[in-house]
């Protein structure tokens, strides 16, 4: 069964920074795309940056340039870069993945979208 751990929110003032991890464990074959949403009181959840296939990564255009995404293949793991940061960031961020996975005995192969628990992120003066 595979798990997504969220971790690095918490509130810090306008400005600031934070750095988020996600790390997919279980019985992972491949991670096929790993990327953040994040949902606002009241607001429907979004994307803010997911990386493709391709290598590259998309980012919501409220926060291109300040926000970095990363990834660590070998500890699959994924990093959210928050910098500067604004009231308006203020949500819950959750990780998202399209991850490959290996049944057994059958040995059949099996990629599905996981999300994580969220972590609170709250930006504060």
Same mark, same amino acid.
């Given at each position: 069964q595979v798990q997504l751990v969220e971790s690095g929110g918490g509130t810090v003032q306008p400005g600031e920074s934070l750095r988020l991890a996600c790390t997919a464990s279980g019985d992972i074959v491949s991670i096929k795309t790993m990327g953040w949403y994040r949902q606002a009181p009241g607001k429907q959840r979004e994307l803010v940056?997911?990386?493709?296939?391709? *290598?590259?990564?998309?980012?919501?255009?409220?926060?291109? *340039?300040?926000? $970095?995404?990363?990834? /660590?293949?070998?500890?699959?793991?994924? +990093? %959210?870069?928050?910098? !500067? %940061?604004? %009231?308006? /960031? !203020?949500?819950?961020?959750?990780?998202?993945?399209?991850? $490959? $996975?290996?049944? +057994?005995?059958?040995?059949? +192969?099996? %990629?599905?979208?996981?999300? *994580?628990q969220g972590t609170q992120v709250t930006i504060s003066s």
């Open positions: 940056a997911r990386s493709i296939t391709s *290598g590259a990564t998309n980012y919501a255009d409220s926060v291109r *340039g300040r926000f $970095t995404f990363s990834r /660590d293949n070998a500890k699959n793991t994924g +990093y %959210l870069q928050m910098d !500067t %940061l604004k %009231l308006e /960031d !203020t949500a819950v961020y959750y990780c998202n993945a399209d991850i $490959t $996975t290996r049944e +057994y005995p059958t040995d059949v +192969y099996n %990629l599905r979208e996981y999300w *994580g």
